[in-house]
């Protein structure tokens, strides 16, 4: 059964160029604007706006493609925080930078056709008006015209540690590329997923450090009915691999369950790598407890919210999932009626 083609009113525009980026950005603007704003094409950030107005926001969701309902997710908050007069655009672009040797730079899934056509899909936030206004999908050569930058963001520390120690230089080239298109889509508040929580935090502190004008909004993670985080990776999987891979958030949501009883933090590493360690087909590259504003490793004795990481191979699949977690007071815990004490 063929699906039905969306409505053109419906379907985003497509750029692939800067300055198609800037005409298309700076044109429904423009339409809008009251007298004495900025044509469109002029290079204006946002029309003139009379005193006591609103001015229409605009949010941005940064894809590398390969769009699925996590993606969709982001875009549903996206409209729903900017309402039906704002505008939402979909970067979608596959950043060399963050991929090291070896990784699947070639091999990662790309579909621009179903990509537009899944955004068009999504229902109209009024009559006539698409629920994304603008995909902007350069090509390589476009974001980088002179070949790999030389100047690029630091990751800093928090570039070295977890997937940063198993992916060297990786954080650095999310942040370079995120940068490039903050300033290219001149947002005010950019939509990210928390499945990626390393990455997360490292764009929130690229924003404070540097002072970039954008609100950075976690929108929760998208899981399957048989609880495995969706991802464009999970394509990769075969039947059997993938009922591997559900041993991810299975033994996240028991290291959670051990740290909520009161049964300490290292209970919760040790619940949930006893857990991961019973599928010989899961490798573990690491399974760690943070705090969850710094990604610091967490004393034994430590009480309080954390963050519950995991990154693990299943066949040649590299996934990525977390949970957040409250640590109990173990003291508290044996006090209350049914504990030890």
Same mark, same amino acid.
């Given at each position: ?15 692939? /160029?800067?300055?198609?980026?800037? =005409? ?6 423009? #339409? ?13 950030? !946002? ?13 941005? %969701? ?19 925080? %900017?309402?039906? /007069? ?22 990662? $899934?790309?579909?621009? &056709? ?42 800093? !520390?928090?570039?070295?540690?977890? =997937? ?7 954080? +650095? ?35 404070? &450090? ?24 999970? #394509?990769?999987?075969?039947? /059997?691999?993938?009922? &591997? ?46 705090? $969850?504003? /710094?990604?610091? +490793?967490? =004393?034994? =004795? ?18 990525? +999932? ?13 006090? !209350? ?5």
């Amino acid at each position: 059964m063929s699906v039905p083609t969306p409505p053109a009113a419906s379907r985003p525009r497509v750029v692939r /160029t800067h300055d198609e980026l800037r =005409e298309a950005l700076a044109a429904p603007a423009a #339409a809008d604007a009251p007298a004495g704003a900025a044509p469109s094409g002029s290079g204006a950030e !946002r029309p003139v706006v009379e005193p006591g107005a609103m001015a229409r926001e605009r949010a941005v %969701v940064m894809t590398m493609g390969a769009l699925h309902d996590g993606h969709l997710q982001l875009v549903r908050a996206a409209r729903e925080r %900017v309402g039906p /007069t704002g505008q939402v655009v979909v970067t979608v672009f596959v950043n060399p930078l963050q991929f090291g040797p070896g990784e699947d730079l070639d091999r990662y $899934p790309r579909d621009l &056709d179903a990509d537009v056509a899944l955004l068009a899909g999504l229902p109209e936030p009024a009559p006539g008006r698409p629920a994304v206004d603008l995909v902007f999908a350069p090509p390589v050569e476009e974001m980088y015209p002179g070949g790999d930058p030389i100047v690029r963001v630091t990751s800093g !520390r928090i570039g070295t540690v977890l =997937e940063g120690a198993f992916r060297p230089g990786h954080f +650095d080239g999310v942040l370079t590329v995120v940068l490039k298109l903050m300033h290219l889509t001149r947002p005010d508040v950019a939509f990210y997923g928390e499945k990626d929580a390393q990455q997360l935090l490292a764009i929130r502190r690229m924003v404070a &450090d540097l002072d970039v004008d954008v609100e950075v909004v976690g929108v929760p993670i998208v899981r399957d009915g048989d609880g495995l985080a969706l991802s464009s990776r999970n #394509a990769y999987l075969s039947e /059997t691999e993938r009922a &591997d891979a559900l041993a991810l958030s299975q033994a996240l949501r028991a290291g959670a369950a051990a740290a909520a009883a009161g049964q300490g933090a290292a209970a919760a590493i040790e619940v949930a790598s006893g857990m991961l360690n019973e599928h010989p087909g899961v490798v573990v590259d690491y399974l760690a407890l943070v705090d $969850p504003t /710094t990604v610091d +490793d967490l =004393e034994p =004795e430590y009480v309080g919210p954390a963050l519950l990481l995991v990154a693990a191979r299943v066949g040649t699949t590299r996934l990525i +999932d977390n949970l957040a977690v409250d640590v109990a007071d173990p003291a508290a815990s044996t006090a !209350r009626p049914g504990g030890t004490q």
